[in-house]
């Protein structure tokens, strides 16, 4: 009898920490849009609340969980191992493992870069690290970048990379849910950073020679921006943020800029009073190129290229939390000039957007029991 229990437990014990089941692609629905009709696949399901994912020269996808896990998957999502070899994590609330890119120079250097929620003295706040992926396994960790000062809760983080054309490091940071970091530049929190492959301060960042600022700030005034992307032509940074009832703003991100939050908003706060002044805009603040009234806390952003969707060629992609939706841009120069909604409830909330090489779309399902879907031309 106490083989036969011991046997049951072995099962059971397999069943709990095996990786879960990668799952054949299934389509889900075929939707119509303004340009295209679109078939919506899942590639893989059993991913618990999944933050991020990119894609690796060979094809394979890197996918993270912000409860503390990273994959990898096969082209087809067929296959998937878990990489090991991730620092200490502060998984509570919005933290976790976070963002994760793949350096332009991979086939050569093995380099990926990730962010996460790190503890420290007083609290915890968002980090950037790199790494070298050897099969399922991170070798030669570097912490990069540690925000600074740490604090208190589980709110936002920001965490979205962006390697820009330099090869620099941008990282958003969110305001981590207190009143006033945001203006303050002695606090990296509320702001996007800017450091080097290396961790290093560029030496043409706006704050670099100011004793009162964190000289790793390219722009502040950011509430929680979880969307980040380089526009295809001009090769300059775009985000999206989080407002709070109402106010989600897409901004063009100028370095030294000041975003603006808290002390104007198009939103109000969650209680029904005025943000700040009660303004939408002031003198010295960079307006958003779009807002959205009531919010659909966007979260993931990219830029459509590629030949599967031509009728989407240039536009900004953003998934939505709130809404559920996926939401597609128009976009003449640095001005958005139409916006259309789709996805509505079909797939649940979208956490990632990305393009892949393929020139499909792939995106991420914010859930315990989270999804990669893929979005293909239907004919």
């Known amino acids: 009898m106490r083989f036969r229990l011991a046997g049951r437990l072995l099962v059971l014990a397999a069943a709990?920490?095996?990786?879960?089941?990668?799952?054949?692609?299934?389509?889900?629905?075929?939707?119509?849009?303004?340009?295209?009709r679109v078939r919506v696949v899942e590639m893989a399901g059993g991913l618990n609340h999944p933050w991020s994912l990119a894609f690796l020269p060979d094809g394979d996808l890197l996918v993270t969980e912000r409860a503390g896990r990273l994959?990898?998957?096969?082209?087809?999502?067929?296959?998937?191992?878990?990489?090991r070899g991730l620092p200490e994590l502060y998984v509570y609330g919005q933290g976790g493992l976070l963002d994760v890119a793949v350096d332009p120079d991979f086939a050569a250097n093995r380099t990926i870069y990730f962010s996460y929620a790190a503890e420290g003295p007083g609290g915890a706040n968002t980090r950037l690290a790199r790494a070298r992926l050897v099969g399922d396994r991170l070798e030669d960790l570097r912490v990069l970048f540690d925000a600074e000062p740490n604090h208190g809760g589980g709110r936002h983080f920001?965490?979205?990379?962006?390697?820009?054309?330099?090869?620099?490091?941008?990282?958003?940071?969110?305001?981590r849910g207190q009143k006033t970091p945001a203006?303050?530049?002695?606090?990296?929190?509320g702001s996007v950073v800017r450091v080097t492959g290396n961790g290093r301060v560029p030496a043409d960042n706006p704050f670099r020679d100011r004793d009162d600022a964190r000289p790793e700030i390219y722009s502040y005034g950011h509430r929680n921006p979880q969307g980040a992307a380089l526009h295809p032509a001009t090769g300059r940074l775009w985000l999206h943020e989080h407002g709070p009832r109402g106010g989600d703003e897409v901004n063009l991100i100028r370095p030294g800029a000041n975003y603006g939050w808290p002390l104007v908003s198009h939103g109000i706060n969650y209680s029904g009073t005025p943000v700040g002044t009660g303004n939408a805009t002031?003198?010295?603040?960079?307006d958003p190129l779009h807002t959205w009234?009531?919010?659909?806390?966007?979260?993931g952003m990219a830029f459509y290229r590629g030949e599967a969707f031509p009728g989407w060629q240039g536009s900004l992609l953003v998934g939505a939390l709130k809404d559920r939706l996926l939401a597609r841009l128009t976009l003449e120069g640095e001005r958005v000039v139409a916006e259309e909604r789709f996805l509505e409830n079909t797939v649940g909330r979208i956490r990632d957007v990305r393009v892949g090489p393929d020139g499909l779309v792939y995106l991420l399902t914010d859930a315990r029991d989270g999804r990669l879907i893929r979005l293909q031309p239907a004919d």
């Open 158 to 175: 920001g965490g979205r990379i962006a390697i820009l054309a330099d090869g620099t490091l941008a990282l958003t940071l969110g305001d």
């Open 293 to 299: 009234v009531p919010s659909i806390a966007p979260s």
């Open 71 to 83: 994959w990898r998957f096969s082209p087809t999502a067929s296959r998937r191992e878990r990489v």
């Open 16 to 36: 709990l920490f095996a990786p879960p089941a990668a799952s054949a692609a299934e389509t889900l629905a075929v939707v119509g849009t303004e340009r295209h």
């Open 183 to 189: 203006q303050d530049l002695t606090d990296h929190s």
């Open 282 to 286: 002031a003198a010295g603040v960079t």
